[in-house]
């Protein structure tokens, strides 16, 4: 009795398993999951979990129980018996702990990470930290060295200074001993209103009490007041004679600070910074109620500040998500290996049925074997592919076989084998054009994939061959494109039938070996031509080339020299061939050139300059490249290229010594022009003294006398005028400061400041569009601003007021015009290039004074900023002028 029904417990008992397992699998999973708070999906490429890993392997392990048990009852062939059983489970068991375990060394990778990236911030902050206490620190410390309090001009330049040159410092204060501010450089208005709210805190208050008594600087916690993010106060004492309990302060923009630090690279992680409690920085902003997951936190702080805690989290959806898919695709891949190892075990049977078809298979094997052995003793082509088709043709007597290959031109189709068609269908076919509708093989090669035409007689493609196709009885037939390994097409292998064609498996798997057999056979023959071609090529260059080249193996020794390289070392090719290299160098070159070589044994490419002595003992300057020599992805030597620049170091050596002789000129040249320009301007001085004084006394001179005081007055002006624009013009490349963002729109505004009585002597009407901001001079980009200005003012039609016109063009290849338009007299554009040269001038200078040098000026001011000056006009119509630069402006903000 219990031998009867022994099968029966035995399934029973499966069954009862691998529904507990499901069931203790499930439960466990979605608990798992409903305290993540997250998607499956999220928790599957989130750090591992051993409770995940457990509950799916039980899950998992009770489905594949569950699914095997099921099968046993299937047909014959595919029960599953109790090997095939333990196959299974120890499969799913071995994929579950696979992919926990990758799970969690991508978890240790990501804690690495995350320590790598909060050791650089910690560093980095405590870093900046300490430069901007320093800062401070040092601002205050050279005040007390002078011992008094800079001037207000001073202070405004080094304090300006300050806030240009750090961006996250928001203001400069001098706080009195009621914590008044006494002086104050703020960077926008808002920084000055915090600056308030936080001296009406008490707490801060007394803080700022207790460092007084001190002398270090300090910073005070982060405060978010007036909603202008996170904010903290650097102070520092400031002991001058006679003035006590003064403070030097800063304001300091946390969340700015810490951006800049981070730089927007945070990898796969979200940084946030907390003091204390306080959230500082955020470098995402993450979700409101999204949960992030902590990886990692560190501590940052100095004697002087408070306590930084840097954490990190993962970003959602991120954090390595790439080789956690690979820890699901080993699981997902060990299931199935596991599910395919136990089907393979009870489809033995499927052997059987096999072993009918291998006395075919192996004919056809050793048909495809002399195939291959025509390809690999470089038999012809045509004998290859025709070989080809026959042991097609011979699987099955009803297909006829061809092989039809891409021309030079790449644009038609050339016979390459059909033993079986006739001959005047291949001579048709011979040249076949490859585009759409011509016949099978023509439309495959264009379309680059299989075509099957079972109806040659009715099917369009094959308009205008019907004919040719009945009179070789072909009434079917299936093309398919032949590919190289790179993708190009190498031809067509066709089969045809003179009946309708049945595409089958075994079909398909004779076409598919036949159409390798053909693409390895054609690329072969291509490959090999080009190798061929490719030695001749290099033999001719390395030949022919007019440069010396040297050949090394990888200890240095000469393998081959070209005859350039011969006939400068003098020294034939046999002579030189397995000596060292160094034996030619001097001792020191030799030293300083042989750890190079090793390099470019690892693969690296460099190049030098090298004295050696040739046989006849000439000193040779050469400029050398050493490649290497790579033969089948392996480094076998080292290539060496040299030039000879005897000449071209001759002719540096020569440049540098003018260069220095004009460097000392140009020094001479400037100091010659200060001494001049001031020795110049004294003598004017006492001239334009006399005549004043000479002006008190009209008395004692006529009218005549009168002129000529007037004229001699005149003249010193209009001199003194002239000097002082030819300093300017020659003080554009010796006093240039270095380039800084400019608001175009607020150095406009300086500029109509510093001719507001021009402008409204004249009445002149101003017209003015956004302008962006640049990178440049401060100062000559002022001046510019202020020429084409006055300029433009200047140039007006008598009895008309000035109007002019300023604003920015754009171009489309990235260029842009500062551009000042007026409508004053004009000038002929033949006179174009004439006006921008020092002195040169179109007008009277009683109707227009000046010295003609104005645009001048400004030319130089725009090709020292990378752009041009042009202008157009026409006489009585006005003129626009043109500061093109080549770049697109800075972005406003």
Same mark, same amino acid.
């Given at each position: /009795?219990?031998?009867?029904?022994?099968?029966?417990?035995?399934?029973?008992?499966?069954?009862?398993?691998?529904?507990?397992?499901?069931?203790?699998?499930?439960?466990?999973?979605?608990?798992?999951?409903?305290?993540?708070?997250?998607?499956?999906?999220?928790?599957?490429?989130?750090?591992?979990?051993?409770?995940?890993?457990?509950?799916?392997?039980?899950?998992?392990?009770?489905?594949?129980?569950?699914?095997?048990?099921?099968?046993?009852?299937?047909?014959?062939?595919?029960?599953?018996?109790?090997?095939?059983?333990?196959?299974?489970?120890?499969?799913?068991?071995?994929?579950?702990?696979?992919?926990?375990?990758?799970?969690?060394?991508?978890?240790?990778?990501?804690?690495?990470?995350?320590?790598?990236?909060?050791?650089?911030?910690?560093?980095?902050?405590?870093?900046?930290?300490?430069?901007?206490?320093?800062?401070?620190?040092?601002?205050? %410390?050279?005040?007390?060295?002078?011992?008094?309090?800079?001037?207000?001009?001073?202070?405004?330049?080094?304090?300006?200074?300050?806030?240009?040159?750090?961006?996250?410092?928001?203001?400069?204060?001098?706080?009195?001993?009621?914590?008044?501010?006494?002086?104050?450089?703020?960077?926008?208005?808002?920084?000055?209103?915090?600056?308030? $709210?936080?001296?009406?805190?008490? %707490?801060?208050?007394?803080?700022?009490?207790?460092?007084?008594?001190?002398?270090?600087?300090?910073?005070?916690?982060?405060?978010?007041?007036?909603?202008?993010?996170? /904010?903290?106060?650097?102070?520092?004492?400031?002991?001058?004679?006679?003035?006590?309990?003064?403070?030097?302060?800063?304001?300091?923009?946390?969340?700015?600070?810490?951006?800049?630090?981070?730089?927007?690279?945070?990898?796969?992680?979200?940084?946030?910074?907390?003091?204390? $409690?306080?959230?500082?920085?955020?470098?995402?902003?993450?979700?409101?109620?999204?949960?992030?997951?902590?990886?990692?936190?560190?501590?940052?702080?100095?004697?002087?500040?408070?306590?930084?805690?840097?954490?990190?989290?993962?970003?959602?959806?991120?954090?390595?998500?790439?080789?956690?898919?690979?820890?699901?695709?080993?699981?997902?891949?060990?299931?199935?290996? $596991?599910?395919?190892?136990?089907?393979?075990?009870?489809?033995?049977?499927?052997?059987?049925?096999?072993?009918?078809?291998?006395?075919?298979?192996?004919?056809?094997?050793?048909?495809?074997?002399?195939?291959?052995?025509?390809?690999?003793?470089?038999?012809?082509?045509?004998?290859?592919?025709?070989?080809?088709?026959?042991?097609?043709?011979?699987?099955?007597?009803?297909?006829?076989?061809?092989?039809?290959?891409?021309?030079?031109?790449?644009?038609?189709?050339?016979?390459?084998?059909?033993?079986?068609?006739?001959?005047?269908?291949?001579?048709?076919?011979?040249?076949?054009?490859?585009?759409?509708?011509?016949?099978?093989?023509?439309?495959?090669?264009?379309?680059?994939?299989?075509?099957?035409?079972?109806?040659?007689?009715?099917?369009?493609?094959?308009?205008?061959?019907?004919?040719?196709?009945?009179?070789?009885?072909?009434?079917?037939?299936?093309?398919?494109?032949?590919?190289?390994?790179?993708?190009?097409?190498?031809?067509?292998?066709?089969?045809?039938?003179?009946?309708?064609?049945?595409?089958?498996?075994?079909?398909?798997?004779?076409?598919?070996?036949?159409?390798?057999?053909?693409?390895?056979?054609?690329?072969?023959?291509?490959?090999?031509?080009?190798?061929?071609?490719?030695?001749?090529?290099?033999?001719?260059?390395?030949?022919?080339?007019?440069?010396?080249?040297?050949?090394?193996?990888?200890?240095?020794?000469?393998?081959?020299?070209?005859?350039?390289?011969?006939?400068?070392?003098?020294?034939?090719?046999?002579?030189?061939?397995?000596?060292?290299?160094?034996?030619?160098?001097?001792?020191?070159?030799?030293?300083?050139?042989?750890?190079?070589?090793?390099?470019?044994?690892?693969?690296?490419?460099?190049?030098?300059?090298?004295?050696?002595?040739?046989?006849?003992?000439?000193?040779?300057?050469?400029?050398?490249?050493?490649?290497?020599?790579?033969?089948?992805?392996?480094?076998?030597?080292?290539?060496?290229?040299?030039?000879?620049?005897?000449?071209?170091?001759?002719?540096?050596?020569?440049?540098?010594?003018?260069?220095?002789?004009?460097?000392?000129?140009?020094?001479?040249?400037?100091?010659?022009?200060?001494?001049?320009?001031?020795?110049?301007?004294?003598?004017?001085?006492?001239?334009?003294?006399?005549?004043?004084?000479?002006?008190?006394?009209?008395?004692?001179?006529?009218?005549?006398?009168?002129?000529?005081?007037?004229?001699?007055? $005149?003249?010193?002006?209009?001199?003194?005028?002239?000097?002082?624009?030819?300093?300017?013009?020659?003080?554009?490349?010796?006093?240039?400061?270095?380039?800084?963002?400019?608001?175009?729109?607020?150095?406009?505004?300086?500029? /109509?400041?510093?001719?507001?009585?021009?402008? %409204?002597?004249?009445?002149?009407?101003?017209?003015?569009?956004?302008?962006?901001?640049?990178?440049?001079?401060?100062?000559?980009?002022?001046?510019?601003?202020?020429?084409?200005?006055?300029?433009?003012?200047?140039?007006?039609?008598?009895?008309?007021?000035?109007?002019?016109?300023?604003?920015?063009?754009?171009?489309?290849?990235?260029?842009?015009?500062?551009?000042?338009?007026?409508?004053?007299?004009?000038?002929?554009?033949?006179?174009?290039?004439?006006?921008?040269?020092?002195?040169?001038?179109?007008?009277?200078?009683?109707?227009?004074?000046?010295?003609?040098?104005?645009?001048?000026?400004?030319?130089?001011?725009?090709?020292?900023?990378?752009?041009?000056?042009?202008?157009?006009?026409?006489?009585?119509?006005?003129?626009?002028?043109?500061?093109?630069?080549?770049?697109?402006?800075?972005p406003t903000g």
């Open positions: /009795m219990s031998t009867d029904h022994r099968p029966l417990i035995y399934q029973a008992f499966l069954y009862t398993l691998a529904l507990a397992l499901l069931a203790v699998g499930g439960v466990s999973l979605l608990d798992v999951l409903l305290d993540h708070g997250s998607s499956p999906h999220y928790l599957l490429l989130s750090p591992g979990s051993p409770p995940l890993a457990l509950s799916l392997g039980i899950t998992l392990l009770g489905a594949a129980l569950l699914s095997l048990l099921a099968l046993r009852k299937g047909p014959h062939n595919l029960r599953l018996d109790r090997r095939t059983l333990l196959a299974g489970v120890c499969g799913v068991l071995l994929s579950t702990a696979s992919w926990s375990l990758l799970s969690q060394q991508s978890s240790d990778a990501l804690a690495a990470q995350s320590q790598l990236l909060l050791a650089r911030l910690q560093s980095a902050s405590r870093e900046m930290l300490s430069a901007r206490l320093a800062l401070i620190q040092r601002m205050a %410390e050279r005040w007390q060295a002078i011992g008094s309090m800079p001037s207000d001009a001073l202070w405004q330049q080094e304090a300006g200074s300050y806030l240009r040159d750090f961006p996250n410092l928001g203001l400069i204060a001098v706080l009195d001993e009621r914590l008044l501010p006494q002086r104050n450089q703020v960077r926008a208005p808002k920084a000055q209103r915090w600056l308030e $709210s936080f001296l009406a805190d008490p %707490e801060q208050r007394d803080w700022l009490q207790q460092v007084r008594t001190g002398r270090q600087a300090h910073m005070s916690a982060s405060l978010n007041l007036l909603g202008n993010g996170p /904010m903290a106060l650097i102070a520092v004492p400031l002991h001058l004679p006679g003035q006590s309990g003064q403070l030097l302060v800063a304001s300091l923009d946390v969340g700015d600070t810490m951006g800049n630090l981070l730089g927007g690279n945070s990898g796969e992680f979200i940084i946030r910074v907390h003091e204390g $409690s306080q959230l500082i920085y955020d470098s995402a902003g993450a979700a409101p109620g999204h949960v992030l997951i902590p990886v990692g936190s560190g501590l940052t702080r100095l004697a002087q500040t408070p306590e930084w805690t840097i954490g990190t989290y993962l970003k959602p959806g991120r954090g390595q998500a790439g080789s956690r898919l690979l820890a699901l695709l080993v699981l997902f891949c060990g299931l199935a290996l $596991s599910f395919f190892l136990m089907f393979t075990q009870r489809l033995a049977w499927g052997a059987q049925q096999q072993a009918l078809h291998l006395r075919e298979r192996q004919r056809f094997d050793e048909a495809q074997s002399r195939v291959l052995d025509m390809i690999s003793t470089l038999q012809p082509l045509p004998q290859i592919l025709e070989a080809i088709c026959r042991l097609i043709e011979q699987s099955d007597p009803r297909l006829r076989c061809s092989i039809l290959l891409v021309d030079s031109s790449g644009q038609r189709l050339t016979l390459g084998a059909a033993p079986s068609l006739d001959e005047h269908y291949n001579q048709a076919v011979d040249g076949l054009p490859i585009r759409e509708g011509t016949g099978s093989c023509g439309t495959a090669a264009f379309r680059r994939q299989p075509v099957l035409v079972n109806d040659i007689a009715h099917d369009p493609l094959w308009q205008g061959f019907h004919e040719l196709a009945a009179s070789s009885n072909l009434h079917a037939c299936w093309s398919t494109p032949l590919f190289a390994a790179s993708g190009g097409l190498l031809g067509t292998f066709a089969i045809y039938q003179q009946q309708p064609m049945v595409v089958d498996s075994v079909l398909e798997d004779l076409v598919t070996t036949a159409s390798h057999l053909a693409a390895i056979a054609i690329e072969q023959k291509t490959t090999r031509q080009r190798l061929l071609e490719s030695e001749q090529r290099f033999r001719s260059l390395f030949a022919c080339n007019p440069d010396p080249v040297f050949a090394f193996d990888l200890r240095g020794r000469f393998e081959r020299v070209n005859p350039v390289a011969s006939q400068l070392l003098g020294y034939r090719e046999d002579e030189l061939r397995g000596a060292h290299f160094t034996q030619y160098l001097e001792p020191t070159e030799a030293q300083r050139i042989q750890p190079l070589l090793l390099k470019v044994a690892r693969g690296e490419t460099h190049s030098f300059e090298l004295q050696c002595r040739n046989r006849a003992g000439e000193l040779l300057e050469l400029d050398v490249t050493q490649l290497p020599i790579v033969i089948d992805h392996a480094i076998v030597g080292v290539f060496c290229i040299a030039k000879d620049i005897r000449q071209r170091k001759t002719a540096e050596r020569t440049l540098q010594s003018a260069l220095a002789e004009l460097e000392r000129s140009n020094r001479e040249l400037q100091a010659f022009a200060f001494v001049a320009s001031h020795d110049l301007q004294e003598p004017l001085r006492k001239i334009q003294s006399f005549a004043a004084r000479l002006q008190t006394r009209p008395a004692g001179l006529d009218e005549q006398g009168r002129d000529y005081l007037q004229r001699m007055i $005149s003249a010193a002006e209009r001199m003194q005028a002239l000097i002082h624009d030819l300093l300017a013009y020659s003080r554009v490349a010796t006093r240039a400061q270095s380039f800084v963002r400019l608001e175009l729109e607020r150095l406009l505004d300086e500029v /109509m400041q510093d001719l507001e009585h021009v402008i %409204e002597g004249s009445g002149a009407r101003i017209e003015r569009a956004p302008l962006p901001a640049i990178a440049g001079d401060p100062s000559q980009m002022r001046q510019l601003l202020q020429n084409l200005l006055s300029n433009a003012i200047k140039f007006h039609k008598p009895g008309e007021l000035p109007q002019v016109r300023i604003y920015a063009e754009y171009q489309p290849t990235g260029e842009w015009s500062l551009c000042v338009s007026d409508q004053g007299v004009g000038f002929d554009e033949q006179y174009l290039e004439r006006i921008f040269h020092p002195f040169q001038r179109l007008h009277s200078r009683q109707a227009y004074p000046g010295t003609g040098i104005g645009l001048a000026i400004v030319s130089r001011i725009a090709e020292r900023h990378g752009g041009r000056l042009s202008a157009s006009s026409r006489p009585g119509q006005g003129a626009t002028f043109r500061v093109t630069f080549p770049t697109p402006p800075m």
